[in-house]
Structure formats: structure tokens, C-alpha cells
């Protein structure tokens, strides 16, 4: 990767500490039925300053330095960013933990990262020690939150005293869904972190921040690069304040905004549908959020969402593996488009074709979205690379273009609007599934020869997991044989990548080349959940995460 950026993230952090000492750096709202900190969390800059020394000095005491690991699941309290701060000053990886990954999953983590410690809530060791246990000697320590000030277990193989920490310096490996079966795990570096700061401060139009002033309000979870990565640097770059919800609640979310005194907010389409869809309120009026920063929005309804709430909200597109995105933050936008701003300097973009030549094509022609910094540096500013998958990153960025696998198109004036996905990944409320990952679990079932994982609209989550399955000879179609297969999904992985709907079928129609062609599974214009023989099983996913099922 080409680095420009050179300040330090940690840097940044200290600089803003000496401007803004006495304003919020990162807080959470009150809330009775949490398990942690019901009555809220409010940490200055100075406090978190303060706060920052003690934890790097405990991660040094055991050895921590330069080259290692840490992986952190710690819900979404805000002290998450403190370890990020102290483990960036040592040089040390941040390796945020999905709190919903079975330990399973896990343990695919463990293998990519090899971290020294997993660091989380005793509610969620037991997952966790089996992950760990399942790799033996290599596997992380894995040590209670709650417990880390009593001190940490020494490292396998303590980090030499200094070492220079520069752009280059790896800060957190982030995994996101891939079509390989298994999630990638995206290398961070402080120059790639620090070139997003610069970038958020300069998208203007509604997408101002205001030093020292802001405060931006996300429920979303800090594993993922919206919350644990946008939104905070957004923050971090400008002085302002991070306030992270555990989860979003719609009942309680705009009581949530107004206590956070929020000036702006990070959004997905599908929280935006379900306030939506709650009775008006004078609440949802008594805030004082300037603009909303997300994807995802229904375009016929934006114009509505808009007007009822009182604020633009503004579309933007973006990758773990881009950080910086586009948006279609100046007027006058296309609202009620899937605009998501334009192709510019320092994140350049273009449409092209399927051809081998990747030609290029016209306005109001669809094509696979590709990226780059530029001509002379396309890299700079990018990811690092997938950890340990060279070739993979390679094959990404084919010709000097990252290709996105997005599909998009440009209309008249210029300006990018999001079409399609190219690859075949489900979006569910927000959270990335990989079609192959799910069919890799389900074929594993002793019942099942074939599965296809798809992708069907839901009005709510904008996207639900659908299974066609192909079943052995002798098994039973039948609704008792579907459920089995629900739990056998959801046994093996996190609640929301297993099926809201089962479809047993004869067989899938594959090319000459023996791969599938999911575009073939149903006729062109058919609804497939209302197939005959489908069987819906949203009610036992909802189940399922109500009960922890998939976290236990």
C-alpha cells in the first residue's frame, strides 16, 4: 500500500486531548437493563487520557508490544476506543470479536489473526475458551474484562522495548463477508485510519463537522467498520464526542438521541424503516441531529423520512477495504435516487463492463464499480490487504483498480447511483452474509446434498436469507425436517445468517462448468416467498436471538 498520511491515530487522539480536554470524547446513554454501566458512561478527554495510560501500561506490564494481537469483544461500551488508543501506542493489532459468531466462527478468526489475548465479558467466555482451546497451543488467553485491571497473563513472546511506530504500522484487522465461504480480514495501518480522518473533514455540503462541537449517535455494533471505525474517526478528526447505544431500540431511540444531545447521526436503511414505522411523536421533533451519514434508504420513502424527521439524511457508499466514501451531501441532492455523490480527487471511480477488457461504459449504463486514489498512487489510502490471502488482494485490485463488486451507475450530471450487488453477499439490517459461508454450513448437515443461498427482499431488514436445498434420497420434505435445518444453521453460526426461509427442491440449475445459476432458481417476476411449499421461518430466528441461543 502507498502511504501519505503519516500522522499517528494515537497522535491525533493526544492532539485533540491538549485542545479539548474538558469536552466528551465517548459516552453511552443510560440504560436499566443493561448489564454493564446501566446508569451510562461519560468519558472526557481528559478522563480518557487518563484512563489510556493505565490500560497501555497493564498490555506493556504483560509484554504486549510491537507485532501482537488482541482481540476485544466487549458489546458496545465505549471503552472499547481506550484499548484501541493504548494498543495503537504500543503497535500492538486491534481485533475487534463479533459478539453474535458462535465458536466456530471464532475460531476461523483465531486461525487468520493469531492473537495473544481475547479479551470480553464473562457472559461470553465459554464461546470463546472453545475457540481458543480448539486451536491449542497457539490459541489467545482469554481474560475478563471486568478483571483486566488486576493484570494480565505474560505473553508467549514478549515485544521488544521500543520500536518505531510509523503509517505503515498495522492498527486492527477488520473482517468483512467475502464469497470464498469465510470472511476476509481487512489490514488496517495507522496511514490508512489517519487519510480517513483528513477525508471526513473535507466532504462539506450537510457533512460538516464542527471541531470540538460534534456529537454523533450510532446503536450499530463497534465490530463492525461503521461504528468501530467511520463514525469514530469522524469524532477523533474533529474534537467531538462518540455516544454508542448497545443496540438499537426503536422505542427508545430517540429518547437516546436527545439525552446524547446528538448533532448527527449514522444510519442504516432498515433503522430508518422501522422508526418509520412507529406512531409519531414529539420526541422524534425534540432533537437537535443537523444530518443523518448512512445507506441503505427506500428512495421512494426518503423525501417522507426527511420531512417527518426534520433532518437530510445523507447516502453515502463505502467499503472496510475504501474507509473514505462518497456522498451526496450537496445540494441539490437526488434525493429519492440511490445517489451516493460523484467519482473525485483521491477516490476515483469508474464503471465498466464484464468484457475480459473491462471497457468502459456510457452514462445510464450499469457496470461494476471500481476505485482507486489515483493514476500514480491507486493504493494510497486503501486497506493493507486481506491477512494472509496475497492473491486475494491481488485479484481485487486487478489493472490498478479496486473492484468494489458493486454495480452501479452515472447518470447525466455525473453522479453515481448504487444498483446492484455483484457479488453474491445478503444483506440483512445492516449485517453482510456470505452466500457460501451459509452453504458450507448446511451441506455439512448429513441430510443435505446441495444448497443455494439467496438473497429474498424483507420490508423490514431489507434483505432475508432464503435456502433452496437439495436433500438426500430417503429424507423427508416436511416442516419438522426444515426446522431441523434451522438448527443446525444456527448452532453453527451467528442468529442472523441463519434461513427465514427453506424451499426444498429437486435439483439446482448449474452451467456446463458445474456452477450454480442462482439467477435460474426462480421465474423472472415470481415472489419466492410465496412459493407453494416454502417454509417460513422467521418466528424461530426471532426466537433464537430473543434467547441467546446462538450466543451461548
Request: with cysteine; glycine share 8%; proline share 5%.
Amino acid at each position: 500500500m502507498t502511504t501519505i498520511a503519516t500522522t499517528l491515530i494515537h497522535d491525533r487522539f493526544r492532539q485533540m486531548g491538549e485542545r479539548f480536554p474538558d469536552r466528551d470524547f465517548v459516552a453511552t446513554p443510560a440504560n436499566p437493563e443493561r448489564h454493564y454501566a446501566p446508569e451510562g458512561i461519560t468519558r472526557t478527554y481528559a478522563d480518557a487520557t487518563r484512563r489510556v495510560d493505565a490500560i497501555e501500561a497493564i498490555y506493556r506490564a504483560a509484554g504486549l508490544g510491537h507485532g501482537h494481537r488482541v482481540g476485544l469483544q466487549v458489546e458496545n461500551h465505549p471503552d472499547f476506543y481506550l484499548h484501541r488508543m493504548a494498543l495503537h501506542r504500543l503497535g500492538t493489532t486491534l481485533v475487534p470479536l463479533n459478539q453474535d459468531h458462535v465458536a466456530k466462527e471464532l475460531q476461523h478468526v483465531f486461525t487468520v489473526t493469531r492473537p495473544e489475548l481475547a479479551i470480553t465479558f464473562d457472559r461470553h467466555r465459554p464461546r470463546i475458551e472453545e475457540a481458543a482451546a480448539a486451536l491449542g497451543a497457539i490459541g489467545p488467553h482469554v481474560v475478563s474484562f471486568d478483571a483486566f485491571d488486576r493484570g494480565l497473563p505474560g505473553v508467549r513472546n514478549p515485544a521488544p522495548l521500543t520500536h518505531a511506530i510509523d503509517a505503515s504500522t498495522e492498527t486492527t484487522i477488520l473482517f468483512t463477508s467475502g464469497t470464498t465461504g469465510h470472511p476476509k480480514g481487512c489490514r488496517f495501518t495507522h496511514g490508512y485510519e489517519s487519510m480517513a480522518c483528513d477525508w471526513y473533514r473535507t466532504r462539506g455540503g450537510h457533512v460538516t463537522f464542527t471541531d470540538g462541537v460534534e456529537r454523533m449517535y450510532s446503536p450499530l455494533p463497534l465490530h463492525h467498520s461503521n461504528t468501530g471505525v467511520h463514525a469514530f474517526l469522524e469524532m477523533l478528526a474533529t474534537g467531538g464526542c462518540l455516544v454508542t447505544s448497545d443496540r438499537f431500540r426503536s422505542n427508545r431511540y430517540w429518547q437516546e438521541v436527545k439525552d446524547a444531545r446528538a448533532t448527527c447521526i449514522h444510519y442504516l436503511g432498515v433503522i430508518m424503516a422501522m422508526l418509520f414505522q412507529m406512531p409519531v411523536t414529539d420526541e422524534e421533533r425534540s432533537h437537535t441531529i443537523r444530518f443523518g451519514l448512512g445507506a441503505g434508504l427506500e428512495p421512494t420513502l426518503h423525501a417522507k423520512f426527511e420531512e417527518r424527521f426534520g433532518f437530510p439524511l445523507v447516502e453515502l457508499w463505502g467499503m472496510t477495504e475504501t474507509m473514505r466514501y462518497l456522498c451526496d451531501s450537496k445540494e441539490p441532492r437526488k434525493v429519492g435516487t440511490r445517489a451516493f455523490g460523484r467519482s473525485e480527487k483521491g477516490l476515483e471511480a469508474k464503471l465498466v463492463d464484464d468484457s475480459p477488457e473491462e471497457r468502459e461504459v456510457g452514462n445510464e449504463t450499469p457496470g461494476e464499480l471500481l476505485v482507486r486514489h489515483s493514476a500514480e498512487t491507486p493504493r494510497a489510502g486503501f486497506f493493507d490487504g486481506y491477512l494472509g490471502e496475497p492473491e486475494a488482494t491481488e485479484h481485487a485490485w486487478r489493472g490498478g483498480w479496486f473492484h468494489t463488486g458493486d454495480v452501479a451507475s452515472r447518470d447525466a450530471d455525473g453522479v453515481l447511483h448504487f444498483v446492484d450487488r455483484k457479488k453474491h453477499i445478503i444483506r440483512r439490517a445492516g449485517q453482510n452474509i456470505a452466500a457460501a459461508e451459509v452453504e458450507t454450513v448446511m451441506v455439512s448437515h448429513p441430510q443435505v446434498r446441495e444448497v443455494a443461498a439467496v438473497a429474498v427482499k424483507d420490508e423490514i431488514r431489507e434483505e432475508e436469507v432464503y435456502l433452496c436445498v437439495v436433500l438426500h434420497d430417503g429424507a423427508t420434505k416436511d416442516r419438522a425436517l426444515a426446522e431441523t435445518l434451522f438448527d443446525h444453521a444456527v448452532t453453527n453460526l451467528a442468529h442472523y445468517k441463519s434461513p427465514g426461509y427453506i424451499l426444498f427442491v429437486d435439483s439446482i440449475p448449474r452451467t456446463a462448468s458445474q456452477k450454480m445459476m442462482k439467477y435460474a432458481l426462480f421465474a423472472e417476476g415470481v415472489d419466492a416467498r410465496t412459493l407453494p411449499g416454502v417454509h417460513d421461518l422467521r418466528d424461530r430466528k426471532k426466537q433464537a436471538a430473543a434467547s441467546g441461543r446462538a450466543r451461548s
